[in-house]
């Protein structure tokens, strides 16, 4: 099959003359394509998910839940690891890159859209095409003035509130929570977390007409004590996935390393699964996900839950990316998205919780925004041997900068060699940005789709 060379280029070709208006306030723009357009997003129900960390996490399992229920469901998600087209998804399967090309292409009309704009635009016009029941959305970098916010959800999501993107949403965390909370409206608003200092920020902020309450009001996650959760060890050779010498540790249980037994209630429903995704953050995600579910139930939305399905929603979830464990030339990687203060100080304590810290190497890259030396003064106590590397990424930190926050580092010229010079004694921690993780994870060819 042959395109027009204006498609054989693809998305991302297409979106790049689009990246100088990377970050645009205002939803003018969005409203007017979404108009021109024949306002596609009404077409389906929607569900926003706000936060400064695990949105993608918590969207995924929700999008989860609701398929493994009958739904048809899509799913909008940013940044990417690998390929544009894993932003957006219907029923678990990527948009296959034609069409996304052929999307794209069709924006050409409106040329004031800004990358995220015109992807935003892209995705609904998939999910109203391939008829979706409901749509989750993840919000990028924002919430007041983010594209995705132009779309009117019948539910909004809040994970937490933390301080990454500070030059676009204000350097205090309180400015930050008003951004994001003035997208919380719709027929119900669920907050995963607050404390004191952005409580009154988020209620001030959200939608007066949209009541809102915390996601423990709607569900409950603990962990499984009836079972041994294997996200605590190291991967060992009799599980085939290959630990290395004073760092094997025996995975007992029924689960597989990076699975955590979790059990669950929602009302009067309880049931267990297989989470498969690791650390107790991701049992904060899943708390919320499914608060976004019997939102919408009791918003005649969505059918009524089961355990059975729920179970099987949570189980089938894959998400790459987050305390994944990997292979490379016979060398263990445990790769992560973490990439501000509050996502590496959460992944830390997972570190801590799964007995894995001492017991890594690290290699570390980053973008030029964010606050490497806290980033550092958190990973360092916890890993053996650093390695930084440069990302491909205009706004890439400099190796120079990396390596005055690890003394006594590595240096690679490039995150290809870093991957064929991993120190061998012990399994490699990656992490600091999602550009390194996506890097890395095309490198080994462990692209998910």
Sequence with gaps: MSFPPALAAGAEALLAPRLEQRIVPGLERMQRALDALGRPERAFTSVLVLGTNGKGSTAALLA???????????????????????RVRTDGTVIPRERLTELVASLNAFPDLSYFEALTCAAVMEFSERKVDVAVMEAGLGGRWDASNAVD????????????????????RTAIAAEKAAALRGLTAIVGTWDPEVE??????????????????????????????????????ESGLGGRGDCELSAVGSHPPGVQAVAFRIGSLTGSAALPLAGAHQRANLELALAGAVALVRHGLAPMLSAEAVRRGIEGVSWPGRLQWCTTRDRRLLVDCAHNREAIAVLAGALDDMGLSGKLNLLFSCLDDKPLESMGDLLRPRVVEVTVTPIRSPRARPLDELAAVFPGCRRATSVAAALLDLPPEHPTLVTGSLRLVGEVLAEIGEVHG
């Design 64 to 86: 989860g839940v609701l398929k493994a229920h009958g739904l048809r469901v899509g799913l909008y998600t940013s940044p990417h690891l690998v390929a544009v087209e894993e």
């Design 153 to 172: 959800p019948a539910v909004a999501l809040l994970t937490n509130v933390g301080t990454d993107h500070q030059n676009w949403l204000g350097e205090a």
């Design 200 to 237: 009154p920020v988020i209620r001030a902020s959200a939608d007066p007409r949209t009541p809102l309450s915390l996601a423990s009001q709607w569900a409950t996650v603990r962990p499984d004590s009836s079972q041994l959760t294997a996200d605590r060890f190291l991967p060992t050779p």
